[in-house]
């Protein structure tokens, strides 16, 4: 152990002819004024301070100190504010409805986790950065200890002073620690905005064909949104847009090719049902895993032919097809034109209809004339066989009379 020594040093006197230095007059520090009083330069925030008490609150210090407290007050709001504006990143403070705080921790799959952390105008753009924010608010209004500090007491029992009676709070608060953990996770992020209860709603909304053509909707603008709102699921990005009425053939073409072979991230995990608490059988889990397995399936099936369906309904719809199958046409009869320089002007249907019609009856004269010629033909060829015929007759009788 380490042992404590005592060493006897004596301080040597001050000398007789030692004289305290003298404080120059330009100096900050001064030597105490025998009457108490000190030299006050003109120079610093005192100076300034004895200027304003002097000059503007007639020496009275409460007035002074109420000018300076207002001051700081002034400066700290817009150093607040200026922060805020840089660190909120556009997250705000999104109204509280008595039903969100009325959630139950319980049922988390079934809330709307954005709505939770007051991002229900940004959803699935919301950033990482904008998240934590988010919840940073959400922790410092709702957390359990600054509610019981906050907490009036509605009861006037003297057993029940100071306690939270408010449990509500506490449930609310796990809601929004559910939902900073879902929306931090990228995978099970992805599949709460693949049934994101806003999106399910605007998709029940969307118009049938019967619907757009009673109600003379506009193309654009009825088809343009609802694209956009399918476009969150595209694992290729960026997405064409449907354009406009002036858009070229390439690229309405570009758009339904796109459209038409659309690879799609979302899935559908998050509607799964969980084996039963407490069972340990492998049997049961074996068969709730493969009836989520062919659940998942079948949705993703019925997802991917609706969109389908859109796709055609919006290809049938499109008043630009119509133009462009309109310009090939006459492209087409343009081009034949120009490599047949001598061909007539176009006839029309009437004139067609006559020209068949005489080149019918030009047809049918030639088959009577060539009829008759035949019919005259075999006639004369049957007079000329009958003069051969007699005329041997007559040889052969001339010929019998000489012998005899």
């Known amino acids: 152990m380490a042992s404590v020594q005592v060493l006897s040093i004596a301080t040597p006197p001050v000398s007789a002819a030692y004289k305290a230095p ?43 100190d109420k000018h300076l407290e207002a001051e700081r007050e002034r400066l700290a709001a817009l150093h607040g504010e200026d922060n805020a504006g840089e660190d909120d990143l556009g997250v705000g403070d999104e109204e509280e409805s008595e039903e969100l705080l009325a959630l139950d921790p319980k049922e988390w799959k079934k809330q709307d986790h954005y709505a939770v952390l007051g991002l229900s105008h940004l959803r699935y753009k919301a950033t990482a950065d904008q998240i934590k924010i988010a919840h940073r608010k959400k922790v410092l209004k709702h957390h359990p200890d600054k509610k019981a500090a906050t907490t009036t007491n509605v009861s006037s029992s003297l057993y029940l002073a100071g306690v939270n009676q408010n449990t509500n709070d506490d449930a609310f608060f796990k809601c929004i620690q559910k939902a900073h953990e879902v929306l931090t996770n990228p995978e099970k992020r992805r599949q709460f905005d693949s049934v994101d209860p806003v999106f399910l709603e605007l998709e029940e909304e969307m118009p049938t064909l019967a619907e757009f053509k009673s109600k003379n909707l506009d193309f654009f603008k009825t088809f343009g949104p609802v694209f956009d709102l399918y476009s969150r699921f ?104 120009a490599g047949n320089p001598a061909a007539a002007a176009k006839k029309t249907k009437q004139q067609e209809e006559e020209e068949k019609k005489k080149a019918e009856q030009a047809a049918k004269e030639k088959e009577e004339a060539e009829k008759l010629a035949r019919a005259e033909a075999k006639k004369q ?24």
């Not at 301070?49 to 409460?62: A, G, I, Q």
């Not at 340990?280 to 659940?295: I, M, P, Q």
């Not at 003069?387 to 000489?402: C, D, N, S, T, V």
């Open 22 to 64: 003298s404080v120059p007059s330009t100096s900050r520090i001064s030597a105490p004024h025998p009457s108490g009083h000190r030299t006050l330069l003109p120079v610093g925030p005192a100076y300034i301070n004895h200027l304003r008490l002097s000059l503007h609150h007639s020496h009275s210090f409460s007035s002074l």
């Open 234 to 337: 595209s694992k290729a990005q960026p997405v064409p847009g449907l354009g406009h009425i002036d858009s070229s053939k390439d690229e309405v073409e570009g758009f339904y090719d796109f459209w038409y072979n659309f690879d799609s991230w979302r899935s559908f995990e998050w509607l799964d049902k969980e084996v039963n608490e407490g069972s340990d059988s492998r049997d049961d889990k074996r068969y709730t895993e493969k009836k989520n397995k062919s659940e998942r399936a079948r949705r993703k099936k019925e997802d991917t032919a609706k969109l389908r369906g859109l796709v055609d309904m919006a290809l049938g719809l499109d008043p630009r097809i119509k133009r462009i199958k309109q310009q090939e046409k006459e492209a087409r009869e343009a081009k034949k034109k």
């Open 381 to 404: 060829k049957a007079a000329a066989a009958n003069a051969a015929k007699k005329a041997r007759r007559q040889q052969r009788a001339a010929e019998e009379g000489g012998a005899a």
